[in-house]
């Protein structure tokens, strides 16, 4: 019963959301505004019904459910509890079902919150988000069942892809929807605009703080997946511009750009029709990486369907959602100005400027990721990888860099190069500094030499907005704006590190042999079988020694589990402040030598810390910018008592 109860809580919540959808829009019309009452309601729950329907498929999974087909093909009564319950969005169906859930609580908490917006325009908002919610409820409820029954219902389940059984799965995915789905509601907020020409720093303000939340969850959804693919799959990096590595990218550069330009918007009232087409690009990235993802055309450990009918519906959902939403800015964007005029030398034109830069390197992204499968398509195969993308980023990102610095220390409006030039004395002379001592004694390539000589010019005038200031009444979006672009500056340093400086080394060791890899001495002490839930490993136990220091033990496995069948290699890793030692365990050949696998990598986590920093400066700057406007309608309210007790 637990299934047909998720089933019709979908059902209901897909039929709420075409009510939402008919309320919505005919409460814009002057026949139809009894029916606006309604939407704000319906919308909550309808949130609430998909977040039910989710609890039910959770609740299939932990209790190993195999009577439910998704249940059957991604589960396994061995498998550990934590992986039963993660498992629940470790497929397509499940994956899908999270989505529209997130979509749905999210469309339900701004009309719970959302109190800034002129109701017309919130009509319009809520309208739009039930507009794409009804999209992916019809390609659930039609083509992607989650609570689908099996007959006859198998004595076991096939269980989970065995990369996919890590606690980064449990973190990574509904993190990383929170920031593809938050953006439905930047998009719902252009449509919504577009639709009343209602556009201005009201408007701005409302949607801020929307952006800003996906923004943050995008980030550490990212940064999650970057480290889950270093640790787990065992290949020693932590980025190999993978479409569906790219395909998170993408939705991240279109609102980073947007949160910028909403900035603008909300503090200058300029960026009008800008702010609302990143509003739907940022959205529209989203799409395209889903399809990526969901459509069957990439083999990928997150690439869950391989079916080309799955793929068809989201194409159509893409065209609908994001062809309309296009067609609806060409129709009303000559309506809506660009607001206030500036000086190119401002603090404006600064962000501009890097919006247009990241707005090529989105491009860059864009044409790399799909211009092989066009190509396949046409019959040719074509890879694009590292030498594409990081030097035609490097391009725009360098640029962008300059700009980072000098920006935040402009004036709003009109200013001049002359007077910021002496506060960028110093990071300046850093950077000088770092190139001549990194062309002396280090052997870096040009891109890693360019990395490591802005991470550090770009760490120091991050800090200079803060110079002058008293330090506890510094406003926290300032805090925010400061620890995240340090953020960027520490992850591109460790980018750039881990990139000039790896020492990697493949050997073929005896048992008792020691093997040197960078600073680090590593013996093989001994391999012996060990045993898990649902699985079997050969596990190695390393003595690794830090320049001669005292040994650290390390386990690197090579797992085998049974269901289904498939081996995985589990790798060790040594952290010290300067970086990490990264080792896997091979096969054992025939003269009994193990393959071993070592990489030192300096600085490496110093990559994850940035984003994590960056995520944090998003969180004070949301703090800020939430209490901010507390502050403000709780002013608001107490004008508006003492007017009607003045009886004005």
């Avoid at 729950?45 to 959770?58: P, S």
């Avoid at 920093?613 to 502050?631: C, E, P, Q, T, Y």
């Amino acid at each position: 019963m637990i299934a047909e109860f998720g089933l019709a809580a979908l059902w209901l919540a897909a039929a709420l959301a075409g009510l939402q959808l008919l309320a919505g829009s005919l409460g814009l019309t002057r026949n139809g505004e009894a029916l606006a009452p309604v939407v704000r309601p319906v919308a909550i729950v309808q949130g609430l019904l998909c977040a039910t329907a989710f609890a039910a498929l959770i609740l299939l999974f932990c209790r190993t459910d195999l009577s439910v087909k998704l249940v059957a093909m991604n589960s396994h009564s061995a498998k550990p509890f934590i992986y039963k319950f993660a498992g629940t969005w470790g497929n397509h169906e499940g994956s899908m079902l999270l989505w529209v859930t997130v979509m749905g609580l999210a469309g339900g908490f701004v009309a719970l919150v959302e109190r800034r917006l002129p109701e017309r325009t919130m009509l319009a908002t809520l309208a739009g988000q039930a507009f794409v919610s009804l999209g992916f409820y019809a390609f659930l409820l039609f083509s992607s069942n989650p609570f689908e029954r099996l007959s006859p219902v198998p004595a076991e389940g096939q269980g989970l892809n065995p990369l996919l059984q890590d606690l980064g799965l449990a973190f990574h995915p509904p993190t990383l929807y929170l920031g593809y789905v938050g953006l439905s509601v930047a998009f719902s907020f252009a449509i919504g605009a577009l639709i009343t020409r209602e556009v201005g720093p009201a408007f701005a303000r409302a949607m801020r703080p929307w952006v800003l939340g996906a923004w943050i969850f995008l980030t550490l959804g990212i940064t999650a997946g970057s480290y889950w693919a270093y640790y787990e799959l065992g290949w020693g990096g932590w980025w190999f511009w993978d479409p569906v590595e790219n395909a998170s990218l993408m939705p991240w550069l279109a609102a980073t750009a947007l949160l910028h330009s909403v900035g603008v918007l909300a503090a200058r009232n300029a960026l009008r029709a800008w702010t609302i087409m990143l509003g739907v690009v940022a959205f529209s990235m989203s799409m395209i990486g889903t399809f990526l993802v969901r459509s069957g055309i990439l083999t990928s450990v997150h690439a869950f369907a391989v079916d080309p009918e799955r793929g068809t519906f989201i194409l159509a959902l893409l065209a609908i959602n994001i062809g309309g939403a296009l067609t609806l800015f060409a129709l009303r964007a000559g309506s809506v100005t660009e607001g206030e005029r500036f000086a190119p030398v401002s603090r404006e034109g600064a962000l501009v400027f890097n919006n247009v830069m990241l707005s090529a390197v989105l491009g860059i992204v864009l044409f790399g990721t799909l211009y092989p499968l066009v190509a396949e398509a046409m019959g040719a195969k074509v890879s694009v990888g590292p030498p594409y993308f990081n030097p035609m980023s490097a391009l725009f990102v360098v640029p962008m860099l300059i700009v980072m610095a000098i920006g935040p220390l402009l004036r709003w409006r009109r200013d001049a190069f002359s007077r910021v030039g002496m506060g960028l004395v110093v990071p300046l002379a850093v950077a000088v500094l770092v190139a001549i001592g990194l062309a002396v004694w280090a052997n870096a390539k040009l891109l890693p030499f360019i990395g490591l000589t802005f991470a550090c010019g770009l760490f120091v005038a991050s800090l200079l907005p803060l110079r002058g200031r008293n330090l506890r009444r510094t406003p926290l979006p300032v805090w925010g704006m400061v620890i995240a672009h340090l953020g960027i500056a520490v992850a591109l340093f460790g980018m750039a590190s881990e990139s000039a400086f790896s020492v990697e080394k493949l050997v073929a060791a005896r048992v008792g042999e020691t093997t040197a890899v960078g600073p680090w001495k590593v013996k093989l002490e001994k391999v012996e079988p060990v045993a898990g839930p649902n699985w079997t490993a050969l596990e190695a136990e390393l003595h690794a020694s830090y320049a001669d220091g005292t040994p650290t033990i390390a386990h690197p496995q090579a797992r085998f589990f049974w269901t289904p069948p498939q081996q995985t290699s589990e790798s060790a890793l040594l952290t010290r402040w300067n970086g990490q030692l990264y080792a896997v365990l091979g096969e054992e050949a025939d003269d009994g030598r193990w393959q071993l696998r070592l990489w030192w990598k300096p600085f490496v986590t110093m990559i994850w810390l940035g984003g994590i920093m960056i995520g944090l400066g998003g969180v004070l700057a949301l703090i800020g910018r939430v209490a901010s406007d507390l502050k403000r309608y709780v002013a608001r309210g107490k004008i508006a008592y003492r007017r009607s007790r003045q009886g004005r």
